[in-house]
């Protein structure tokens, strides 16, 4: 049976075929880095940030490390996602909800369009690192709901259609550092306000690429066998955190029951720009643009803690992949 990604054509995705020398199943566009860390004045950093489709090209909200290492949310725009126009100014969120969700600084932000809107998933700095929400028509005028969870929590993902009815969010529930922990948990919303019915998804998995922690990265991909997600490990060598990427297939009516799981990652720090920079050994998903016509994915991911890549593969190959070597049930 055919393989098949589940939603609209998307014909100007940014794309790079597979190099010739190459059989990895993901591979990187061969002018990384396309955001480079001083691309907006007074940056020092721009990574794991978000991109959509938007009108005839690309939006997007990206994280900026200003020279004072101040973590914003800024806007930009794209007409191919690959050269982009970032906003010198800050977003500035219309706060709600009043202290439920009061924005003090943002990083890693996801973005998904569900029903008439554009919503953003962040990690808020509100008494602590947990999962805000807010929305936007037209990425000019933002607006912020509830934040989802107390501390500390990150890595929040929203589904791009509702399940059984509810709102869908992956999320990982953590501490007030860096610490090796860290599981997928599922949780779901009539509102987007009220957070409930909370499942574990997937554990980590000793003595892998993924033992430490874990982290949902990119919005989940429809698909005819299941949602694709992308996500994030972490394991923990003589000189810190390494951060890979990998690939798992989640049940479509049930996405907290995992139906395969990648044993090996699919990207790894190995180039110069993902191995050396603020955080060494870091490469971290956050937005994947898909052509349901094709079954082509383009990932952004941060390298590095500093600036922004683009890496390529199929939906087909990526399905094969994880279902060949699958990691045994470990919930």
């Known amino acids: 049976m055919k393989i098949e990604i589940l939603g609209s054509p998307l014909p100007n995705i940014p794309f790079e075929e597979r190099p010739a020398n190459c059989s990895d199943v993901m591979w990187r566009y061969s002018k990384n880095p396309i955001i480079s860390r001083h691309q907006v004045r007074g940056g020092n950093s721009i990574f794991n940030s978000a991109v959509v489709p938007f009108k005839d090209g690309f939006a997007g909200v990206f994280r900026i490390d200003d020279q004072g290492l101040a973590m914003t949310l800024h806007a930009g725009f794209s007409s191919d996602g690959i050269t982009w126009d970032i906003r010198e100014e800050a977003i500035q969120f219309k706060n709600l909800y009043g202290d439920c969700g009061k924005y003090t600084g943002g990083y890693d932000p996801r973005v998904v369009f569900i029903e008439d809107r554009y919503y953003i998933v962040w990690c808020n700095c509100h008494n602590g690192s947990t999962v805000a929400l807010g929305y936007t028509f037209d990425f000019q005028e933002f607006f ?63 003595g892998s690429w993924q033992e430490c ?107 094969d992949f994880i279902r060949r070597d699958s990691v045994p049930y470990c919930k």
Not at 281 to 307: E, H, K, M, S, W
């Open 213 to 319: 922690k874990i982290g949902a990265g990119p919005i989940p991909i429809k698909t005819s066998e299941g949602w694709l997600l992308f996500y994030h490990g972490v394991v923990e060598r003589c000189n810190g955190f390494v951060y890979s990427f990998g690939a798992a297939l989640l049940d479509l009516n049930e996405p907290w029951k995992v139906i395969a799981r990648g044993r090996q990652y699919l990207l790894s720090p190995q180039m110069p720009y993902e191995c050396v920079g603020d955080v060494q050994n870091v490469t971290f998903p956050c937005a994947a643009l898909c052509d349901a016509q094709t079954g082509r994915i383009a990932v952004y991911y941060g390298c590095a803690d500093t600036v922004t890549g683009l890496a390529f593969c199929r939906a087909d190959e990526v399905i």
């Open 144 to 206: 912020q709901l509830p934040n989802a969870f107390p501390p500390f929590n990150r890595n929040g993902v929203l589904f791009p259609e509702k399940i059984n009815g509810h709102y869908a969010l992956l999320n990982r529930p953590s501490d007030n550092w860096h610490t090796p922990y860290g599981n997928i948990f599922y949780a779901e919303s009539p509102d987007l306000k009220f957070w409930g019915m909370h499942r574990e998804v997937m554990k980590t998995v000793q």
